[in-house]
């Protein structure tokens, strides 16, 4: 029997080795970098060997694919050059930092409010800021409120058929903003604040005005070839006023006659919004020539005058409307349409659309103003002199008007109906002399007196370049009768 400890025995059985033997593996995973260390503790030599064959293989690089294997060789480290741990494991090397682009960060947006919905509404005959306000779901509550804003909506309170109003409604349909145009430049705007009150305010833009000429020659009427040359029914009875007392309309022109005129057109940033009054103009009636122009003093008064500073108006107009014909004249023996029988038309009758405007003919004041008999809707003025005019068959009236009212010459005063005994749209216009009936278009009046000597300078300077325009323009139109002349003639 052996008599050798059994202790020195085992010991040289298994190669004393090392107490602890490390085997380390370092994976590099991204930025983390992870070492796990294994431990070993003395064991079976065959068993150990086996162990070191597995870590071996798991640690060692994937051998390249066949292709790739010439551009691996390329990339392979150098002999001096030591192999990273990142290369090792067949891992992409850190980004370095220096070379690291940094996107700026886009901010949230930030909620928006829903925006306001804006529509267009269009006055209808009878209806009121109340009505319209109704039709877009908004209660009387906020009427209130937008008419509390005080004097400056007042326009609102007398809208008229044909206006617009612009609305401006939130997603849950309360009153944001309401605009109205008071005139081609000018624009009332009531707009709720930040305190949820309503406030007004009048936008005005700047207007330039431009004169125009236009002309024409008569070959059916004055109005039909009036309209023909491009002016306005307004422009064509404006011209009729300015002659209205020098020459009969209706019994003296004949074809052949011809006009000329220099008008305003005004302009609103460019685009054209409206046209203004006459200027100039000149009316040839069978050979005599009429000239007229427009004046406005130092006082304020606007009046037509000949060049010469005579003065071509009366104390009235001579037709209060814009009408398309006389339907039915004077006549103290007329047959009348409805009744069939021999009754006096006291007055004249001017045919025009429902709601053209009337005007008074001269300045006065309403001594009636209401319905009667077959007149319907009729207005009343007295005028200074023993005058007096009637206005009959009206759709409606001037609301701003009672008996008792001042007006001037011109001043609207209703508009054109068929209200009372008519058969149609028209004007039954009378003129009263003194308590007597008398025809309109022929009625004397005696002229209004000339421009003043003290006026006489500044007359001169402001009405010399309309009648400079409207004498080049003649020229420019004889020439061109001489050239087509000459043309036709060779």
């Known amino acids: 029997m052996d008599s050798r400890p059994l202790f020195a025995t085992t010991r040289k059985k298994t190669r004393i080795a090392p107490w602890i033997r490390v085997s380390a593996l370092i994976l590099g995973v991204g930025s983390l970098g992870m070492v796990i260390a294994k431990i070993s503790i003395p064991t079976d030599p065959a068993l150990d060997q086996r162990i070191d064959l597995s870590i071996a293989d798991a640690i060692a690089p994937t051998p390249p694919e066949p292709d790739l294997v010439s551009q691996s060789t390329n990339n392979a480290p150098s002999a001096e050059s030591p192999t990273s741990t990142a290369s090792l494991f067949n891992e992409d090397p850190l980004p370095d930092p220096a070379l690291t682009l940094t996107l700026p960060q886009t901010p949230p947006d930030e909620p928006t409010e829903p925006a306001p919905v804006a529509t267009t509404i269009k006055v209808k005959s009878g209806d009121s800021l109340s009505t ?26 007398n809208l008229r058929p044909g206006d617009q109003l612009n609305v401006e409604l939130t997603p849950d349909n309360q009153l944001l903003a309401i605009n109205y145009q008071l005139a081609p430049n000018k624009t009332l705007s009531i707009r709720r604040d930040a305190n949820d009150q309503f406030t007004a305010d009048k936008i005005v833009l700047p207007m330039e005005t431009r004169l125009t000429t236009a002309e024409g020659v008569i070959d059916s009427s004055l109005y039909q070839s009036a309209i023909e040359s491009g002016l306005s029914a307004n422009m064509v009875m404006e011209l009729a006023d300015i002659f209205g007392w020098k020459i009969n309309f209706l019994k003296d022109v004949q074809n052949g006659d011809h006009f000329r005129i220099v008008y305003e057109e005004k302009y609103v940033n460019g685009k054209h919004v409206d046209t203004g009054a006459v200027v100039a103009a000149e009316f040839v009636n069978n050979g005599k020539t009429y000239q007229a122009v427009r004046y406005t003093a130092p006082n304020g008064k606007t009046g037509y005058y000949e060049p010469n500073g005579a003065s071509l108006a009366r104390g009235f107009l001579r037709y209060p409307v814009a009408f398309s014909r006389i339907s039915s004249k004077f006549n103290m023996h007329r047959m009348h349409p409805l009744y069939h029988k021999i009754r006096a038309h006291k007055g004249v009758d001017f045919a025009a659309p429902t709601g053209t405007p009337i005007h008074a003919a001269g300045r006065g004041k309403i001594e009636f103003i209401g319905w009667q008999h077959g007149y319907g809707k009729v207005i009343k003025i007295k005028h200074d002199g023993g005058f007096e005019t009637v206005y009959g068959h009206m759709s409606r009236f001037n609301n701003q008007l009672k008996r008792g009212s001042s007006v001037d010459m011109g001043e609207t005063i209703g508009y054109v109906g068929m209200t009372g005994a008519a058969t149609g749209p028209h004007l039954h216009y009378e003129f009263h002399v003194k308590g007597v009936y008398t025809d309109p278009l022929v009625a004397k009046l005696p002229e209004a007196n000339p421009i003043p000597s003290k006026y006489r300078q500044d007359f001169l300077a402001q009405t010399q370049s309309a009648l400079d325009l409207m004498a080049k323009d003649e020229r420019q139109a004889a020439q061109t009768v001489t050239n087509t002349v000459t043309a036709t003639a060779d």
Do not use: E
């Open 132 to 157: 319209i306000f109704s039709r877009l779901g908004l209660n009387y509550q906020t009427v209130s409120d937008v008419i509390a804003v005080g004097d400056q909506a007042a326009p609102l309170k």
